[in-house]
């Protein structure tokens, strides 16, 4: 059974003071990323694949360095795939550039060049998953959708109180969205995860949520309900010398 001061999505006005209060730090402490400068899906979509296990600071000069070269779907499509992994080339997991390269060619072919903006037909291009699709959905076309990654699941599950199931993780998510505020919160959720509700040294005096949050009321007691949530098992390795740097 679930704790009673844990987040109950189903009641009207359940997140009204978590909105609040979350915007509003959001305000005054987001980090001014050059991806959050635009709303262009190809642009988005981009951003989204290098960041996967990848750290910001390394993505930030690769991303709009790929952008110059290939501001399109168009563009990258008709590009050698060994071009585009070649400017990859540092980020880890390679396979992402092949997949962006063929993304791309799908796009062309069957979109006309221009992202799609529904989610089965984003799921169903080459590369895209769940988070990333929605993650499209919300940042470019402005969907009042959820966007679930490991720092957004983390704090779900702490709020909850108690692991969740990646299905019930996203409906969670989606149902926290303010109507009409997809990019604030869900960008608001992300930068919590990295900078205060983090996998270690979690910094509850500063997280806008803590009122809220069943696991801080009981004392964060251990197991960390974040582990095994929407995929939250394990803790990355560092990059150097590691697989994915490989």
Do not use: I, K
């Not at 930068?191 to 979690?202: F, K, M």
């Not at 197991?223 to 394990?234: H, I, K």
């Amino acid at each position: 059974m679930e704790r009673s001061c844990a987040v109950d999505d189903r009641q009207p006005g359940a997140h009204a003071e978590a909105h609040a209060a979350l915007l509003g730090w959001f305000e005054d402490r987001r980090r001014d990323l050059p991806w959050r400068r635009t709303r262009d899906p190809w642009a988005v979509l981009v951003s989204e694949l290098m960041l996967q296990q990848t750290q910001v600071a390394r993505v930030v000069p690769r991303w709009q360095a790929f952008l110059d070269r290939w501001p399109d779907p168009a563009s990258c499509a008709s590009a050698p795939r060994s071009e585009v992994v070649t400017a990859w080339a540092g980020l880890g997991y390679n396979r992402r550039a092949v997949d962006l390269h063929r993304c791309a060619g799908v796009v062309v072919s069957d979109h006309g060049g221009r992202l799609p903006d529904d989610l089965p037909a984003l799921l169903a291009l080459p590369g895209v998953g769940p988070y990333t699709a929605r993650a499209v959905l919300a940042f470019a076309f402005g969907w009042d959708v959820g966007v679930l990654d490991t720092n957004a699941a983390r704090v779900l599950a702490r709020r909850h109180g108690r692991p969740l199931r990646r299905t019930e993780a996203q409906a969670a998510a989606d149902a926290a969205v303010p109507p009409g505020r997809a990019w604030d919160w869900n960008q608001a959720v992300l930068d919590l995860g990295a900078t205060v509700c983090r996998s270690r040294s979690v910094d509850c005096g500063a997280c806008p949520l803590a009122p809220g949050c069943a696991w801080a009321a009981a004392g964060r007691p251990d197991p960390d309900p974040a582990l095994g949530t929407a995929g939250v098992g394990r803790r990355q390795s560092t990059f150097h010398g590691s697989d994915r740097q490989g």
